[in-house]
């Protein structure tokens, strides 16, 4: 099963920053969290992860509380293309169980 | 980032019948996974594949339906056997990379129907 909450559906303005939450209260210490995202018949993207610190690149920003226990991916202005499923996924990288496990994600929908 | 390629894109077969995906990676990887993503759902692990090993199920995914093949680090196929109209699904491969093997990318999916 998924670790992760996320809430199923967001609107966002166009250029507006996207404010994306999940919570996974119960990662463990050697747990990341990942975002990936699925653009409408097309195969995941990922955008972003963290550890503990926050962290950012071209596409987005990624915050996580000091406890762990939730995290939100910023992005910082939305367009159409950024229409899509994000996922946040929490995981151990590399290793024999190294895998994705995709919960239902947040649909969010870019408005002009 | 690694380029993922899956063949065929698309396909309508009838029930009973096997169809075999393929999925080709333009550069050397130790894992592959294969996923299905049902009409309007989220993606679900069939089976994680290593070279020169027997693949590994997920809960609710058995070799007899869903065999897989990872003959080379760049290539891995899966077959849908005895197809129902349940199995119509995208079905998706996966690598990881990235420096220290954070990342998962993903190929661009089979569309499968089954009639």
């Known amino acids: 099963d998924a670790k992760t909450t996320q809430p199923p559906s967001m609107d966002c303005a166009e250029g507006r920053a996207a404010n994306l939450p999940c919570n996974h209260s119960?990662?463990?210490?050697?747990?990341?969290v990942y975002w990936y995202r699925q653009i409408h018949s097309q195969g995941p993207q990922y955008i972003i992860h963290?550890?503990?610190n926050n962290e950012t690149n071209e596409m987005a920003s990624l915050i996580i509380t000091e406890d762990r226990k939730s995290s939100t991916l910023i992005l910082p202005h939305a367009t159409l293309r950024d229409t899509a499923v994000y996922y946040c996924?929490?995981?151990?990288?590399?290793?024999?169980?190294?895998?994705?496990?995709f919960g239902t994600g947040t649909l969010l929908a870019v408005q002009p | 980032s690694a380029v993922i390629s899956q063949k065929p894109s698309r396909d309508i077969c009838q029930r009973g019948t096997s169809l075999t995906i393929q999925c080709q990676v333009d550069?050397?990887?130790?894992?592959m996974f294969w996923y299905r993503q049902q009409p309007g759902q989220s993606l679900t692990l069939i089976a994680t594949?290593?070279?020169?090993?027997?693949?590994?199920?997920e809960s609710g995914f058995v070799i007899d339906k869903f065999p897989i093949s990872r003959p080379n680090l760049t290539f891995s196929t899966l077959t849908v056997s005895n197809m129902s109209p349940e199995d119509s699904s995208i079905y998706l491969c996966?690598?990881?990379?990235?420096?220290?093997?954070?990342?998962?990318?993903f190929g661009p999916g089979t569309r499968l129907t089954v009639t």
């Open positions: 996966s690598v990881e990379g990235g420096a220290g093997f954070y990342e998962q990318y």
């Open positions: 963290g550890l503990k």
């Open positions: 594949a290593n070279q020169g090993s027997e693949a590994t199920y």
């Open positions: 119960t990662i463990s210490g050697n747990e990341y």
């Open positions: 550069s050397q990887v130790t894992m």
């Open positions: 996924i929490v995981r151990v990288p590399g290793g024999a169980t190294n895998k994705l496990i």
